[in-house]
Every structure is written in structure tokens, then in C-alpha cells.
């Protein structure tokens, strides 16, 4: 795909302002989708999306699309992506999103998430999760439900039903909750607000996602959800991610396909991951915490176990990826006030510990030196769906796809940046993230 040089366009994003005036623009745009046919045009879903070259204020040049939100990018660099429950997808050297298809929801409060007006009013644009197989057919979570189908065909059929899902308790499977293994298993598991700390499955299925059983039933108290199933490309191990709480985060493997874990370490905020990043010699990973003393990007050696901090951030990791030439993007989200007492307790749950409001992108050629990109600051009134850079899942792409969620400026628009444009970005002087900022 060729960039085109940047140019300073900001039509189409969403302004700063007050969070009053902002309520009020919100409200504005409600009704005047419902008086000119928005309402109708979003549920239609329009036929293509247009890219159009920007330019960060970091300094990155990349192309925006507004109000899609990334779901997955192939190594051939073809990206699929949301808007509602239409599937969106761009091919490589292509300036526009085609639509695809329509998704699954079952009609109910979660069927709202098909119209603008309602995602702008939640401040949640991440409304369904998508999963490419190598089969060519997509397993979707939305609604509070499994589905799978091949996109194009309309032959939807939902597969299974979370046993917890919906508004304070949570989206049922995050992302890379998700895996589909070497052998054709397919393994997920469940992510749930889960208060309580019961208990939290994970499930498989032989037959492409047809049918599921219970493999790995860990007991009350022991964690609140899972962040991340993933196979290593090294040595075909399923690897699992945990949290919230220091005593039901850990990082563990299994050499069953998840019917037994092994733990390589846990028990703090420091293996709170969201995610894990593979090398030959070594496991990457970003904190997913605001407790400062933990709150780096780190990596564990396979031959020592030994766990090196390499570079403290500003904010909890969620999600992150290696690009085709090995360039390492990781993103920290701000949170604001709240989710503080997995660590400070209930009176003390009310402490700002981020270094500012600006959710950022942290880049690292080699995994060693890294630097922070900036981008804009978080919308407070989103609260509690927080300031995130999401990126797309998928690993080995030519350019990082991210959606910005609950930000100024860029709220519910999708970034792609070239792999050698971050590079580019990343030799301009500018402070680096070493240990002991």
C-alpha cells in the first residue's frame, strides 16, 4: 500500500471542547440522524470507507478512516475491520474499505450497536470481536454470542452462548482470548467482569468452532478472567494470560492443548499481560497495570526464566503486535481514577497514577531500545470504557493497523501507519523509554 505524503485534514474527527458541549454535539447528532436517514444509512451500512493521508501530531505520517474499528491485518497486509456489525475489508495497495458483509447480533439492546448514534452515546466502539480461521470463515462474538459463518454468504449460526455477558458484566472473550492452534483445535477463554472471582473456563472445539467443550476449569478465586490463549511458534505450546489482582495474574503454558497449565511465574501486576509476544530466546510482554512499580515492558528468558525490565511506561498495555520486519508496537491506554483497587483497596481507588491523559503507541525496532509515540488525549466522560489504541489482531503485517476508542480528536477512527514509516519516526531525536524514567 503507498502512502501519499500527509496531509493536515482533520474533518471528520471528533473535537475537543468541553464535556458539556461535547454531550450536547452527541445529542445534536442523535437527533439529526434521526431526522435525515442516518438511522437507515447505518443499518444499511455504506459500501465503501475511503482512506485519506494524515499526519500525527508526533509526527508520523499515516491514512485514517473514520469510524471503523480494527478487528484483524493478514501478512498480505489485507485488513479487515467494523463499523457496527458490518464487516469491512481492505486489500493490499487499496485506499478503500468494501464492505463485505453484515454480522450476526440477535435483536435486543445489543442490536443498537448497529447505529452511530448509539456507539457515539456509549462511547464503546468496539461493539463485536471477529475471527479470521484458516478455513475462511469467521467465528464472531457479539450480543452475547459465538457465531460462524463465511463472510458474503449470510449463513450465520450461532455456535455458543456465554455464560456471562452483558452491560457491568462483561464482553463474554477479548480478542486474543482466542486461538486456533496447528492441530485444528480451536481454544478460547472467558472474559468476564466476574466480581466474585468464580469460576472461569476454557473451552475447545474439534470441528472448526461448531461445537465446544469444557478443557480447563480454573476454581473460584484463583483468577477473574482470561486475557489471552496463544500458541507458540517455537515449540507448539498453548500459552495463557490471567488477571486482575497480583494473586490471579500469572503467565502459564500447556503441552495438552489447555487441559493442564504449567505457570512460569505470577502472583503481581508485573504478569498481568494481555497479551504475549514470542521470540526464539525469549517471551515479551507489557504490564497490563497502573501500579507503577510494575508497570513495564519486560521479557522472560526461556533458558533462565529470569524476567528483565526493559523499558517503564506511562499507562497499562492492552495490546500489541510484531510487524513483517520485526518492529515491536505496543499500546497503553489511560484509564483515569478508576480500577485502582486491585492494589491501593476501596479507599484509595480514587488515585491517578498515569504520567498524563494521552494514550500512546511505545515502538521498539530490536525489542530493546523503545520510544513513545503520542497520541491525544483521552475522553473523560467516556469513563469507565477508557482512552485505548487498539490494535488489530494478527502478527508479521507490513503496516500497524490501530483503532483509537474514547480519544479527542481521533475517537472511533482507524490508523495505519507503514512499518518503514515508524521506523522513520523512531530515528528522528526524541527521548527514548529507558528503565528508570
Not at 477463554?189 to 476454557?202: C, T
Amino acid at each position: 500500500m503507498d502512502l501519499p505524503g500527509a496531509i493536515a485534514d482533520d474533518s471528520g474527527m471528533s473535537g475537543g471542547g468541553s464535556k458539556k458541549s461535547r454531550k450536547l454535539g452527541a445529542l445534536g447528532r442523535a437527533l439529526g440522524d434521526a431526522f435525515t436517514g442516518g438511522l437507515v444509512r447505518d443499518l444499511r451500512g455504506a459500501r465503501s470507507i475511503a482512506l485519506r493521508p494524515h499526519k500525527l501530531p508526533a509526527g508520523a505520517d499515516c491514512l485514517l478512516a473514520p469510524d471503523l474499528v480494527c478487528q484483524h491485518v493478514a501478512p498480505d497486509g489485507t485488513v479487515q475491520a467494523t463499523r457496527g456489525y458490518h464487516l469491512y475489508e481492505l486489500r493490499p495497495g487499496s485506499m478503500r474499505f468494501v464492505r463485505k458483509c453484515h454480522l450476526p447480533c440477535q435483536f435486543g439492546k445489543a442490536w443498537m450497536g448497529h447505529f452511530s448514534a448509539a456507539r457515539r452515546h456509549i462511547h464503546r466502539s468496539d461493539i463485536v470481536d471477529m475471527f479470521a480461521l484458516r478455513s475462511g470463515e469467521l467465528l464472531v462474538s457479539a450480543g452475547g454470542s459465538l457465531y460462524r459463518g463465511r463472510p458474503g454468504e449470510g449463513n450465520f449460526q450461532r455456535v455458543f452462548k456465554f455464560r456471562v455477558w452483558g452491560a457491568g458484566m462483561g464482553r463474554g472473550i477479548r480478542s486474543p482470548g482466542l486461538a486456533e492452534l496447528d492441530s485444528g483445535r480451536i481454544l478460547f477463554g472467558e472474559y468476564a467482569a466476574n466480581q466474585d472471582i468464580g469460576p472461569v473456563h476454557v473451552y475447545a472445539s474439534g470441528d472448526g468452532g461448531g461445537s465446544w467443550e469444557l478443557v480447563h476449569d480454573f476454581p473460584d478465586g484463583s483468577i477473574r478472567h482470561v486475557h489471552a490463549i496463544q500458541q507458540d511458534p517455537f515449540t507448539g505450546a498453548v500459552w495463557i494470560c490471567t488477571g486482575d489482582a497480583g494473586e490471579h495474574s500469572f503467565i502459564a503454558y500447556s503441552e495438552d492443548e489447555g487441559k493442564t497449565f504449567h505457570r512460569i511465574g505470577g502472583g503481581s501486576q508485573l504478569w498481568r499481560a494481555g497479551k504475549v509476544y514470542f521470540t526464539e530466546d525469549y517471551l515479551y510482554w507489557g504490564a497490563d497495570t497502573n501500579l507503577p512499580e510494575d508497570r513495564y515492558i519486560v521479557r522472560w528468558s526461556r533458558k533462565t526464566g529470569e524476567v528483565e525490565r526493559l523499558a517503564e511506561v506511562g499507562g497499562p498495555v492492552l495490546s500489541g503486535t510484531r510487524l513483517a520486519k520485526g518492529t515491536w508496537v505496543l499500546a497503553t491506554d489511560r484509564e483515569g481514577t478508576s480500577g485502582l483497587h486491585w492494589f491501593y483497596g476501596p479507599d484509595r481507588c480514587n488515585t491517578p497514577t498515569e504520567w498524563d491523559e494521552i494514550p500512546s503507541l511505545w515502538v521498539s525496532p530490536s525489542g530493546r531500545r523503545w520510544k513513545r509515540l503520542e497520541l491525544t488525549r483521552w475522553l473523560e466522560e467516556a469513563h469507565p470504557w477508557f482512552g485505548v489504541p487498539q490494535i488489530a489482531t494478527g502478527d508479521g503485517a507490513p503496516y500497524l493497523v490501530f483503532t483509537c476508542l474514547n480519544m479527542e480528536r481521533y475517537d472511533s477512527n482507524l490508523i495505519i501507519i507503514r512499518e518503514e514509516e515508524l521506523r522513520r519516526w523512531f530515528d528522528v531525536p526524541g527521548p527514548d523509554a529507558d528503565p528508570g524514567r
